[in-house]
T-cell receptor, first 115, second 114 residues
Framework: GAVVSQHPSRVICKSGTSVKIECRSL??????MFWYRQFPKQSLMLMAT?????????EQGVEKDKFLINHASLTLSTLTVTSAHPEDSSFYIC???????????FGDGTRLSIL | DAKTTQPNSMESNEEEPVHLPCNHS???????IHWYRQLPSQGPEYVIH???SNVNNRMASLAIAEDRKSSTLILHRATLRDAAVYYC???????????????FGKGTLLTVNP
């Protein structure tokens, strides 16, 4: 089956720190990767879509300078939360897809807590 | 985006079948119906998807109404591990279509009683 690995699973850091989250497709090449954010008791909210080798497409209201996305290879995408503040605390989930007509496979998420 | 409507929550007993409904009256002809589920503190997991015909896989069955305005996810024998939020999603193929984004609603929280 398709496996997506996300690391780290949990981060606790001080306000002002930048945090990098990695998302890897372990057994397939992902032409497209997605980044979601989920607040407690709410549904997933899509933040951005990235295609390998291209700039990410951000959803309305998501600051691209705040949430830096790099999709340098077909198996790796990274999300960097720059100068994180307590309001950035959330559950961040990545997803990867082989091709446009195939299901998305999700990582197990990263719980980010900013003190 | 075409929207879906699901009950907020449902309960089931272990080893009994579960029918999770989803209404999507504004579905377009090229929208696929996708189901994902999310267990507590995990990322979503793909369950099944279909277009017009009923679909079966090792996890579940998907029954699609003839007019495609509703569908039902069927878990044949619920286990405690099936307790999760189940999302019914119409895949977004508009706006150039190249990204086919999944937009999550609130889903149905399924509780399975032992």
């Amino acid at each position: 089956g398709a496996v997506v690995s996300q690391h780290p699973s949990r981060v606790i850091c001080k306000s002002g720190t930048s945090v990098k989250i990695e998302c890897r497709s372990l057994d397939f090449q992902a032409t497209t990767m997605f980044w979601y954010r989920q607040f407690p008791k709410q549904s997933l909210m899509l933040m951005a879509t990235s295609n390998e080798g291209s700039k990410a497409t951000y959803e309305q209201g998501v600051e691209k300078d705040k949430f830096l996305i790099n999709h340098a290879s077909l198996t790796l995408s990274t999300l960097t939360v720059t100068s994180a503040h307590p309001e950035d605390s959330s559950f961040y989930i990545c997803s990867a897809r082989r091709q446009v007509n195939q299901p998305q496979h999700f990582g197990d998420g990263t719980r980010l807590s900013i003190l | 985006d075409a929207k879906t409507t699901q009950p907020n929550s449902m309960e089931s007993n272990e080893e009994e079948p579960v029918h999770l409904p989803c209404n999507h009256s504004t579905i377009s002809g090229t929208d696929y119906i996708h189901w994902y589920r999310q267990l507590p503190s995990q990322g979503p997991e793909y369950v099944i998807h279909g277009l017009t015909s009923n679909v079966n896989n090792r996890m579940a069955s998907l029954a699609i109404a003839e007019d495609r305005k509703s569908s039902t996810l069927i878990l044949h024998r619920a286990t405690l591990r099936d307790a999760a939020v189940y999302y019914c999603i119409l895949r977004d193929v508009t706006g150039g279509g190249s990204n086919y984004k999944l937009t999550f609603g609130k889903g149905t929280l399924l509780t399975v009683n032992p």
